[in-house]
């Protein structure tokens, strides 16, 4: 079994046992299971589709449907429904646009179907469990390891879309972190974006149209594919290594500019741990069991069933020790490009 560091740490507030009054498991006495992610293109919902998947049948769910939304709401929302008619137990949603599945979390719901919200919350639609890591703390690890190396300075905010829910939980985060900095006139903020994809083109468009508008010295980026567009605009200008720059999945690409200077961190988040997680659940609501302790969120209108876990800050001094060790890559994936004599050998 792979050694993941991370304490598989619960939020404490709240802790209460999630409820299901109910069994769904539709009548035909197998387990279903749909999973529904919003894209393919980023590489992390590649390992969560494998891992839930194989979870899932482990625990006795006879099938898992997998459907691709293509970043599509109406697509989405129509591969729920076409599910929720193929007689799913248990509807598994990374959702596009927070906003846009109310409509169908209710007819799963009329139709005897649970709802896990998978790592983003759907909002005004009272989903049976939102499981996710924890993206507060996400957005928190941003600030802290931005404010440890540029403490003064002047800082670009370029945010995930805002389709997204997680992007303002993250934005909170790292706000919570800076702000009494940004008070104090210590950091200034150049600009804020909410860009409209998860796409390292998309952020590439925008920094390259910055670059030269005025300059900067950290740039919080919502994830590592906004990261990688970023620093390639800012290497053609030849300023990559000089600004700092966070992330978050722990791509192989970021792991190796973290080691190679281009990248300051990233928020390294083991999939195996979310998509083990969901994968019981979704097996246990489909069963109609408890699904053991959870926290409650408010997802604008209900308070929901919560289980979030706990991310970890990665940097160059600790890739040896978290993601290394862990097994998420080898570390001839991450120092690929780097001199094998400069190869970390032992905790530094
Ligand atoms: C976010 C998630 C990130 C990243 C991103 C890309 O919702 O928090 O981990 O995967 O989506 O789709």
């Known amino acids: 079994m792979k050694r993941v560091i991370v304490a598989v740490a ?55 449907l997998v459907k691709n939304a293509y970043e599509d709401t109406e697509l989405q929302k129509e591969i729920a429904k076409d599910m929720v008619d193929a007689g799913v137990d248990v509807l598994v949603i990374i959702a596009y646009d927070k906003d846009a599945l109310t409509d169908i979390v209710e ?14 919350l759907i909002r005004n639609a009272n989903v049976d469990l939102y499981i996710s890591f924890d993206n507060y703390r996400v957005g928190e690890l941003m600030g802290q390891a931005a404010y440890a190396a540029v403490p003064q300075g002047k800082y670009l905010f370029l945010n995930g879309p805002e389709t997204d829910n997680n992007v303002y939980m993250i934005r909170d985060g790292y706000l919570s972190i800076i702000q009494p900095a940004i008070d104090s006139g210590d950091i200034v903020v150049m600009g804020e974006t909410y860009i409209s994809a998860w796409r ?3 952020s590439y468009e925008y920094m390259s149209d ?34 700092f720059v966070t992330g978050q999945d722990a791509e192989i690409a970021a792991c190796q500019r973290i ?39 408010s997802d604008g209108k209900y308070m929901v069933d919560y289980i979030a876990y706990e ?12 993601i290394i060790k862990d097994g998420f890559y080898t570390i001839e994936q991450v120092y690929a490009n780097v001199p094998k004599d400069q190869w970390p050998t032992e905790k530094k």
């Open 259 to 297: 080691v190679e200077g281009t990248q300051g961190m990233t928020v390294y988040k083991p999939i195996d741990v979310l998509a083990e997680g969901a994968a019981e659940c979704a097996v246990k609501l489909a069963l109609g069991e408890d699904i053991g302790p959870c926290s409650k969120i």
């Open 311 to 322: 991310p970890i800050s990665v940097n160059a001094d600790n890739m040896l020790d978290t």
């Open 210 to 243: 910055k670059i030269g508008e005025f300059d900067f010295d950290v740039i919080i980026a919502g994830n590592d594919r906004v990261a990688e567009g970023a620093i390639n605009a800012l290497s053609e200008n030849r300023m990559s290594g000089d600004i």
């Open 10 to 64: 619960i939020i404490s507030m709240l802790l209460t046992s999630c409820k299901t009054e109910q069994k769904f498991l539709n009548d035909d006495g197998v387990i279903k299971i749909g999973f529904i992610p919003e894209t393919m293109t980023v590489e992390r919902w590649q390992r969560d589709r494998e891992i839930f998947v194989a979870k899932a049948k482990e625990l006795g769910a006879e099938e898992v």
């Open 200 to 202: 390292d083109e998309v």
């Open 107 to 120: 007819y799963a719901h009329q139709n005897n179907v649970k709802v896990i919200a998978y790592d983003r």
